[in-house]
């Protein structure tokens, strides 16, 4: 039995139904028919919109919404993933705008660990190299992390209503995450030292612990070169005066390392209200 | 609104990046969305929130469109499963009481729905179903929605959605026969 006519909603029946005044069974037929029937839904929505059945505010500030996320730059690889892995959204914003994270950096960085590590397999020399430069490595990248000439987000870090301090310490631990495993895969290149491919840990550690705790009354910059001189002078006074070679990575200089780091981070988190205005 | 794109003009338009196209179909199907999700939520910011995503997802996913059927039943589709997800971001949600509005004033109108509809003793027998059979009915039947999308929508265990769901066919199948 076809319809003589194709049956269409009265403006009557569609305004009952956009109010919720109908029958069940006379809603779902009102459902049916407008998703499918251009004419029904132009009712709803009114040709000039003056009379249409919602609010034409509510719709203009819907589409302002649906304009201003179609305009947002599209995710970046990295924060792709941060979100796939469950990082909160307005973390992961400030983590991929973390200017040490970017690419660049991150080529930058296995290019030095990795030809530290090649170094290594010509001379005798090398693997104090490889395991002095690669406390840098995470000092850097925390420097730079948050540094105001390197941060195209300074100014939007600044005025955001997380704290600088809080969005320094974010940074520095993704940061030091991402160099330990750059430094864990250049030290698997390192032939033959056993326990010693890792005795780099600690002293990173304990360097970035320190540049925080520094940070406190200094800018990260000047913070960073200060511990990375002193690193790298502490490393060749013991290494030239002690007399067997690695003096600096044995027992004695990890337990040292652990308890400067632990010291830096007692420093660091009593005044870590400061670091709000350095940063 | 001069333009005379179709609906499935304007989604091909869409995927390759037109943002009037967009503006289109947002103005002819925008209303009936928000109507039809406030009828489901009782929440507006939530509704809102739907109508939202739904036209950021069609601005991205249009290519994904297959060509067939109803533009308004695929944008329903879509529109639907975007307030269930925001429903499980958002528990607890008041849910709507489906079915439960005044039937005074509504003979009339549904003489007319019924019209040249098959409907014999059917809208008569949906009516007299209990609202929480209703709800269920509308879940998954109208909205085709799964047992577990339902669920998130009424705000009850699945289990509880099979078991209405059940109770409503056994009592329209007895009224119907």
């Known amino acids: 039995m076809t319809p003589p006519d194709p049956w269409h909603a009265t403006t009557e029946l569609l305004a009952h139904y956009a109010g919720g005044r109908l029958d069940p069974a006379a809603a779902w037929s ?3 028919h407008v998703t499918a029937c251009r004419e029904c839904r132009t009712l709803v929505a009114a040709p000039d919109r003056d009379e249409g059945m919602v609010d034409t505010g509510r719709l203009d500030a819907i589409w302002a919404e649906v304009e201003a996320t179609v305009d947002a730059p599209a995710l970046g690889p990295v924060e792709r993933v941060l979100l796939w892995a469950g990082v909160p959204d307005h973390v992961a914003r400030l983590l991929a705008a973390t200017p040490a994270l970017t690419v660049p950096w991150l080529a930058a960085v296995a290019v030095v660990l990795g030809g530290t590590a090649a170094i290594v397999r010509l001379d005798d020399i090398g693997p104090l190299l490889f395991l002095t430069v690669a406390p840098l490595v ?7 992390a948050f540094g105001r000439w390197s941060d195209p987000a300074h100014e939007v870090a600044l005025a955001s209503p997380v704290r600088s ?8 631990a993704a940061v030091t995450g991402t160099s330990f495993v ?6 698997l290149l390192l032939p033959g030292y056993g326990w010693m491919a890792a005795a780099w840990v600690l002293p ?6 320190m540049l925080l705790a520094l940070s406190t009354w200094w800018s990260p910059a000047a913070s960073a070169s200060a511990v990375g001189s002193a690193w790298i002078g502490c490393v060749l006074v013991v290494e030239t005066s002690a007399s067997t070679s690695f003096a600096s990575f044995g027992a004695e200089g990890q337990v040292l390392a652990a308890a400067l780091g632990a010291v830096a981070t007692g420093v660091m988190l009593s005044r870590r209200d400061t670091l709000d205005g350095t940063a | 609104m001069g333009t005379m794109l179709s609906d499935e003009e304007a989604l091909r338009a869409i995927a390759d990046g037109d943002r009037t196209a967009l503006a289109v179909l947002y103005d002819r199907h925008a209303p009936w969305l928000v109507v039809r999700l406030s009828r489901r939520c009782d929440d507006a910011g939530l ?3 739907t109508v939202q995503d739904t036209f950021v997802r069609v601005w991205r996913k249009a290519h994904t469109w297959r060509g067939e059927g109803d533009v308004g039943a695929w944008l329903w589709g879509i529109a639907i499963r975007r307030l269930i997800d925001g429903l499980r971001r958002r528990r607890p ?4 009481d489906v079915g439960a509005g005044r039937r005074d004033a509504v003979t009339a109108a549904e003489d007319e729905v019924l019209r040249g509809i098959e409907y014999g003793q059917l809208g008569p027998a949906l009516d007299r179903l209990a609202p929480e059979l209703r709800a269920v009915m509308q879940a998954c039947v109208l909205d085709g929605l799964s047992t577990r ?8 265990p699945a289990g509880t959605v099979k078991s209405r769901m059940h109770r409503a066919r056994a009592q329209l199948r007895q009224e119907l026969a």
């Open chain 2, 93 to 96: 949600i008041p849910v709507k």
């Open chain 1, 30 to 32: 009102v459902e049916q």
């Open chain 1, 182 to 187: 750059l430094a864990a895969v250049a030290a």
């Open chain 1, 165 to 172: 301090g809080q969005l320094l310490l974010v940074r520095a």
């Open chain 1, 138 to 144: 995470p000092l850097a990248g925390v420097a730079l």
């Open chain 2, 47 to 49: 509704v809102d929130e």
């Open chain 2, 149 to 156: 999308e339902a669920s998130t929508l009424l705000g009850v």
């Open chain 1, 204 to 209: 990173a550690l304990a360097v970035t612990a």
